[in-house]
């Protein structure tokens, strides 16, 4: 089977599972629902195991009321964060298949995920105004950045404009999949975890497609753009992740968390080994697509995103 084969068989399968399984953010979650109130006491809003955050002393020394009212305000902003990321996102794709062919195989399956992207923007901007709170999302000059330039490269150079998207999705998974894990032991609310095991089902094919788009295309690269997206990759991953997993700003303020317990908790061995685990199925990607050079490797060991892992592959 040639690659262009394996690829339209991919989309295929992946077009079938989009029809088979997928949710509307109002028919499938029962907003009015009592167990899905969102109180700002409820202790199964406190921030989850994997946040570093949660196991700094500040976060302990604080009152039951407002560990849970800090995270809650954690899950609002990441929210808010997810649908810029996801606003910005289906730009790209609306831009990407404005031009392609008749026939395109991945025509009809981008557009399964932009609408499924749409959904998730309403259920999170939903739970942010069903919160009530004032989170600000994606700081403003990255969004401006990504509007100016990551949006065009969905055209420009779409290979370099899937890293971007699995920049964003690639983190956010792994953090889903960790704290839906951790639930098992955990309680978490019940909204939370409703808007969570909804967007991971749907973010596993748009990862997928992302992957499977970047091993059908980038072989077709030159050495040009092939070394851009080496260089280019350890460095966005590096802001987008951080942008992902950290806590925001208008967090930080509102809550009262002192800048030297978020340095502390970001930069403590958790922290840092969250950041590395969070692009982990990138970084095996970029290996695979022979994307690592000695230059590069620099720039994903500064970026703080290297492990020992990548090493021994
Ligand atoms: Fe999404
Ligand atoms: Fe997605």
Not at 21 to 44: C, E, G, N, S, V
Not at 97 to 111: C, D, I, M, Q
Not at 215 to 220: C, D, K, M, N, S
Request: aromatic share 10%; proline share 6%; charged share 25%.
């Amino acid at each position: 089977m040639t690659a262009t084969d394996e690829f339209t068989v991919m989309v295929g399968r992946l077009n079938k599972l989009s029809v088979e399984r997928h949710f509307d953010a109002y028919a499938d979650i029962d907003w009015d629902d009592p167990k899905f109130a969102l109180d700002m006491t409820d202790p199964r809003l406190e921030l989850p195991v994997l946040d570093p955050l949660r196991h700094t002393d500040w976060y302990a020394a604080q009152t039951p009321d407002v560990r849970a009212a800090v995270g809650c305000y954690r899950w609002a902003a990441c929210m808010k964060t997810g649908w810029h990321f996801e606003n910005l996102l289906q730009r790209g794709l609306l831009r990407h298949t404005f031009s392609l062919p008749n026939g395109a195989p991945e025509f009809r399956y981008l557009h399964h995920e932009i609408i499924e992207e749409s959904q998730h923007t309403l259920m999170f901007q939903e739970f942010v105004n069903r919160s009530g709170l004032p989170v600000r999302g994606m700081p403003w000059g990255l969004r401006k950045l990504a509007e100016l330039v990551v949006v065009p490269l969905s055209r420009l150079f779409p290979a370099l404009f899937f890293l971007f998207v699995l920049g964003g999705e690639d983190p956010v998974d792994h953090l889903q999949r960790r704290v839906l894990k951790d639930s098992d032991d955990t309680d978490l609310h019940p909204l939370v975890e409703r808007i969570m095991r909804i967007h991971t089902t749907e973010e596993a094919r748009h990862l997928s497609f992302a992957r499977h788009y970047m091993h059908r295309r980038v072989p077709e690269l030159g050495f040009v753009r092939r070394q851009a997206l080496a260089l280019v990759a350890p460095v966005a991953l590096g802001i987008m992740a951080r942008v992902m997993l950290w806590p925001t700003g208008d967090l930080i303020r509102h809550g009262g968390v002192p800048r030297r317990v978020v340095r502390q908790a970001n930069w403590s061995p958790a922290g840092r080994q969250l950041l590395k685990d969070s692009v982990s199925k990138t970084r095996k990607l970029f290996r695979e697509l022979g994307l690592i050079n000695p230059l590069s490797r620099t720039l994903w060991k500064a970026a703080g995103l290297w492990d020992e892992e990548s090493k021994a592959k």
